[in-house]
């Protein structure tokens, strides 16, 4: 499968409220995921842990979407916009935007960095 599509897939997923499974089911033991603001983290249980964490802190999500997509599959790498528009627990309504740039192997993501500027709630 290309990674584009594998790319689509996760995509389609996580928009559809299925965040979890397809990192579990995308993601591989050894990923390592960079964060915008520097913070490495590796290993897929520390990982899905941080995703588990955030989900908990959304009361509500008001939407959601891809705004762009692009792959190259001689290198296995895919960059994707995303954003979605929460309010968290403690009623701040934020609109995140962000890229990830994803490395696949072995039709699983390895590594992936994310670029975003913090949002402020208003």
């Known amino acids: 499968m290309s990674v584009l599509q594998l790319e689509q897939d996760l995509q389609q997923m996580a928009g559809g409220g299925q ?3 397809a990192f579990d089911k995308f993601y591989a033991e050894e990923v390592v995921m960079h964060e915008g603001n520097g913070d490495v983290f590796e290993g897929k249980a520390a990982n899905r842990k941080r995703q ?3 989900l908990a802190m959304i009361k509500e999500v008001h ?3 891809v705004g762009a997509l692009t ?3 001689e290198t296995g790498q895919t ?3 995303t954003w979605i528009d929460v309010t968290f627990m403690d009623g701040n309504r934020i609109k995140m935007e962000q890229v990830s740039v994803k490395q ?3 039709n699983l993501v390895v590594h992936e960095r994310f670029y975003y500027n913090m949002p402020t709630p208003g």
Request: charged share 30%; net charge negative; aromatic share 12%.
């Open 19 to 21: 965040l979890i499974e």
């Open 63 to 65: 939407g959601g979407g």
């Open 104 to 106: 696949w192997k072995n």
């Open 71 to 73: 792959a190259n599959e």
């Open 52 to 54: 588990e964490q955030f």
């Open 79 to 81: 960059a994707t916009e």
